[in-house]
């Protein structure tokens, strides 16, 4: 099946700097794909939909200046955190459509201390 | 807005035990439903989906029917494994399985 790689797996750092979270398609072109953010003990929340060459749209509630979405290419999406700060510390996992399928990465554990 | 709900966990069973994960839903229009299942360390995988009411997924031992008369989708096993602990997301969508919406998730740890 399709497979989806995100990296980093996990990641700390300061708070006030930025994170990148890469997210690719490994087999198969994405030209969207899905961010989202879990809490513990919580649901996943869908942030963001990437689309390849074009801006993302964004959810209701998620900044768009502090989370920066780019899809530059069929294959790559990326997840900026910028100036990270501790409530920003949480499970962030990507998905990828493939036809009428979503394949998920193993998710990015971000902690900002 | 549209929405899933499943049941708490963490859930606790012995080996062979039959197994029931609760998950109804709102939602407008006719969604697709779906059972992704993440195992420790690892990412979301597609279990079982069903598109329309009356319809039955099935994959692994795992079957859960689309009750659009209830909103419901319960995930339903006759003999549970260890293998089978990880955590369970009930979803639905609306436009074919692109953007999904997740109920909290609910742990199973199988016991020998």
């Known amino acids: 099946g399709a497979v989806v790689s995100q990296h980093p797996s996990w990641v700390i750092c300061k708070s006030g700097t930025s994170v990148k979270i890469e997210c690719r398609s490994l087999?198969?072109?994405?030209?969207?794909m899905f961010w989202y953010r879990q809490f513990p003990k919580q649901s996943l929340m869908l942030m963001a939909t990437s689309n390849e060459g074009s801006k993302a749209t964004y959810e209701q509630g998620v900044e768009k200046d502090k989370f920066l979405i780019n899809h530059a290419s069929l294959t790559l999406s990326t997840l900026t955190v910028t100036s990270a700060h501790p409530e920003d510390s949480s499970f962030y996992i990507c998905?990828?459509?493939?036809?009428?399928?979503?394949?998920f990465g193993q998710g990015t554990r971000l902690t900002v201390v | 807005g549209d929405s899933v709900t499943q049941m708490e966990g963490p859930v606790t069973l012995s080996e062979e035990a039959f197994l029931t994960i609760n998950c109804t839903y709102t939602a407008t229009g006719y969604p697709s439903l779906f059972w992704y299942v993440q195992y420790p360390g690892e990412g979301l995988q597609l279990l079982l989906k069903a598109t329309k009411a009356d319809d039955k997924g099935s994959n692994k031992g795992f079957e859960a029917t689309y009750r659009k008369e209830t909103t419901s989708f319960h995930l339903e096993k006759g003999s549970v494994q260890v293998s089978d602990s990880a955590v369970y997301f009930c979803a639905l969508s609306v436009d074919q399985g692109g953007k999904l919406i997740f109920g909290q998730g609910t742990e199973l740890s199988v016991k020998p």
């Open positions: 087999d198969f072109q994405a030209t969207t």
């Open positions: 998905s990828a459509r493939a036809g009428l399928r979503a394949f």
